[in-house]
């Protein structure tokens, strides 16, 4: 199996992403080894291309990560535990304090430069706007929310999110604020505010998918390829998997490919996805199992061949059942991975 990733699609994809926020700067989220694909290799090649902020989720992927280019700054969503406070006051990364015991815990330890997460109606993580008090003394970096429904502009929840959100950026001093994810960044100047986090859209997603803009600004970065180890003749009524919930109707040919739910190509493609050679289109025939997937194929297909699946997050999300973040997030570490 070969995964390409596509590192000037990666940083186009930030351009764009950066021109959506206006006078904004923009960020990026490499959480969950940067969706998937390599955190590493995306904070290097965000950094040159002009990317100073970084999230990731946790102590252990900042600890992973390992030190950051020259000039650029990390913080960590999930706050400070007891457990990870040498790791936070080492300056490794800032915090992002999300409840009044992590402020107080940051606080009685003396702790410097923080970020603060505001609670605006997600009920996730983050502090009540009722609870300002609690952060008097602080020194807050970057005031943050986070957006609930920004993929489906029309919703509600974005107004009033942005509403309690300017009220917030009143009361609360901070060097900058920060309320735009991938989905958010798209909705237009007022969500930008000082600094937009994207992350999904980074990598390739699409947040709303039948958006022409973003459809046409956003490009895929990874590219998966799966080798065709065996072909074989399956007669008529002979079935092809686990279950045998795919039956020829007519002899036909099949060929397997050394990929499976274990490399987070799931179960919800079975009887559903479909691989590439240029412009023919092989359907997936059966169960998708743990390391091999059988696909249709006519006589022009040969044992040792590479075959292609779609780049389209919104469509494979489509056919799938799986959201786009899932599709990225699940790839495995059986591939040959090459940044290109």
Known sequence: MRLTLDGDALAANWRWLRTQGGAAACGAAVKADG??????????????????????????????????????????????????????????????????????????????????????????????????????????????????????????????????????RQAIPAKRYSLANSAGTCLGGAYAFDLTRPGLALYGGVPVADDAAQRSGLRPVASIEAEVIQVRDVEAEESVGYGATWVAGLPCRVAILNIGYADGYLRGFSNAGSWRSGDAVYPIVGRVSMDLIAVQVGQEVREGDWLALDRDLPSLARVSGLSQYELLTVLGHRYQRRWT
Request: hydrophobic share 45%; net charge negative.
């Open 35 to 168: 969706y998937g694909l390599g955190a590493r290799e995306a904070v290097d090649r965000l950094a040159r291309e002009g990317c100073r902020d970084f999230f990731v989720s946790s102590w252990a992927e900042a600890a992973t990560l390992g030190a950051m280019p020259d000039g650029v700054a990390l913080s960590v969503l999930h706050g400070v535990r007891e457990a990870d406070m040498p790791a936070a006051l080492s300056g490794m990364a800032r915090p992002v304090l999300n409840s009044a015991e992590q402020v107080a815990r940051w606080k009685a330890a003396g702790g410097g430069s923080c970020d603060v997460m505001i609670d605006t109606g997600m009920n996730r993580l983050g502090l009540r706007p009722g609870e300002a008090g609690l952060l008097d003394g602080l020194a807050i970096e970057t005031l943050m929310s986070h957006l609930a429904c920004a993929d489906e502009p029309d919703h509600p929840m974005n107004a009033r999110q942005l509403a309690r959100f300017e009220a917030v």
